[in-house]
């Protein structure tokens, strides 16, 4: 009575799983363990102590599979993940160094252009009520456009340090990753 029982709580899992999937081709898996099924009621069980185990470490076994199954697929797609949001980062942090660069070469050039004109204001007397103004004025303009470049440089090393902080993330992410993959 038992090992009719157990054949027929089988039979109705076997149905759930295949009503679960989508309606395609077996898989491989799928046709030998409908092959082993077929062949155990075919052959009938003449002794139902040893066929009951046999199910249950089939059934061990079949479950056992399907979870390493979805486990793989599940770390190959967050191992992908990873990989891109990496790569991101990296083409990200590439940009934000190269403008990084090019702010404070534009910040040296301003910066030499203040020094010129303070020399220029020293060496040249004549037409000191024109020249002050029009001084003033260029002075005022390179002081604001100097203000505006330390603010972008504030910027950009904030946003140097939150990638810093995302890589660093990122790092300890696929540690932890491979560790469970392990």
């Known amino acids: 009575m038992s090992s009719l029982y157990t ?5 109705t899992r076997s149905r759930k799983s295949q009503s679960d999937s989508p ?14 099924r077929l062949s155990r009621l ?15 470490a089939s059934a061990r076994a079949r479950r056992e599979a399907r979870l390493a199954s979805l486990t793989s ?26 403008k990084l660069q090019e702010a ?14 303070a020399q220029q204001k020293q060496e040249k007397t004549s037409d000191r009520s024109s020249m002050l103004e029009m001084e003033k004025r260029e ?9 505006e470049m330390e603010e972008e440089m504030k910027v950009l090393t904030e946003l ?3 990638n810093q902080r995302l890589k660093d993330e990122n790092g300890a992410l696929i540690r932890v990753i491979s560790k469970l993959s392990k």
């Open 42 to 56: 075919e052959a009938g069980s003449t002794n139902p102590a040893s066929s009951e185990s046999y199910d249950r």
């Open 23 to 36: 309606p395609a081709s077996p898989s491989p898996t799928a046709k030998t363990f409908r092959h082993e």
């Open 104 to 117: 404070q070469l534009e910040l040296a050039d301003v910066k030499s252009k203040l020094e010129k004109m």
């Open 160 to 162: 140097k340090s939150d």
């Open 139 to 147: 002075r005022r303009a390179l002081e604001r456009k100097m203000s």
């Open 73 to 98: 697929r599940v770390d190959e797609d967050s191992n992908k993940d990873y990989k891109k949001l990496y790569e991101s980062a990296l083409t990200e942090n590439q940009k934000l160094k190269t």
């Open 7 to 11: 054949r027929s709580k089988e039979f």
